[in-house]
């Protein structure tokens, strides 16, 4: 018995990033590994080391993070007095001193987070030429990344993700309302509409 309607189509799906797919596995790898490795530490010298460990790690990581935080702090007091002061931008030896309080509050925040995975990553995070290295990586691969896209601003960034929609379609216009109240005399309301 077949019916003369057609099953209607959908539009493919879009594909998944790499990212989402395997964020979530290697989350859970991570906190399998970490327990385990604790585990292996309890069952080799104690449940009272791990417990010191953990306390330790989370004091010391506290104290990092409030190192971090009261330079960042101290680095943004300085560039608004200079900025008010009608001084230049930061000299070369404040910003390399100023460098890296990112990467130094992550290290902190690892090793505050219970395991020994994330305290070993937390510690190679405080050496200062692994936060060099690392934000000269960083600030590459965020300028590629600019490149690639052609975006020649932030602003041009929102444009663009304001303008193309999931299903790849550009409407360009412009909202002309017909029978304004008070007449064509009236001045009219010079803001764009709130939403689309």
């Not at 010298?45 to 409030?66: I, P, Y």
């Not at 020994?116 to 965020?142: C, H, M, N």
């Not at 007449?183 to 939403?195: I, M, N, Q």
């Amino acid at each position: 018995m077949t019916t003369g309607a057609s099953t209607p189509t959908y539009p493919a799906r879009p594909r998944r990033s790499r990212l989402r797919t395997f964020l979530p596995l290697g989350i859970a790898a991570w906190l399998v590994l970490e327990i385990w490795l604790l585990t292996v530490v309890a069952g080799a010298a104690g449940g009272l080391a791990v417990v010191v460990l953990l306390v330790a790690g989370f004091l010391a990581g506290s104290a990092v993070v409030k190192r971090a935080g009261r330079r960042a702090f101290r680095s943004l007091t300085e560039t608004l007095q200079q900025q008010q002061g009608g001084g230049g931008a930061a000299s070369g030896v404040e910003a390399g001193k100023n460098e890296g309080n990112g990467f130094l509050m992550l290290g902190g925040l690892l090793l505050m987070l219970p395991g020994i995975v994330s305290d070993a990553i937390g510690l190679v995070l405080l050496v200062p030429p692994v936060q060099k290295a690392l934000g000269r990586y960083t600030e590459r691969t965020f300028e590629r990344k600019l490149r690639e896209a052609g975006a020649g601003g932030l602003g041009d960034a929102y444009t663009q993700a304001r303008i193309h929609r999931p299903d790849g379609k550009v409407v360009p216009g412009e909202v002309i309302r017909d029978g304004a109240p008070g007449g064509a005399d009236e001045p009219r309301d010079a803001r764009p509409p709130l939403g689309y």
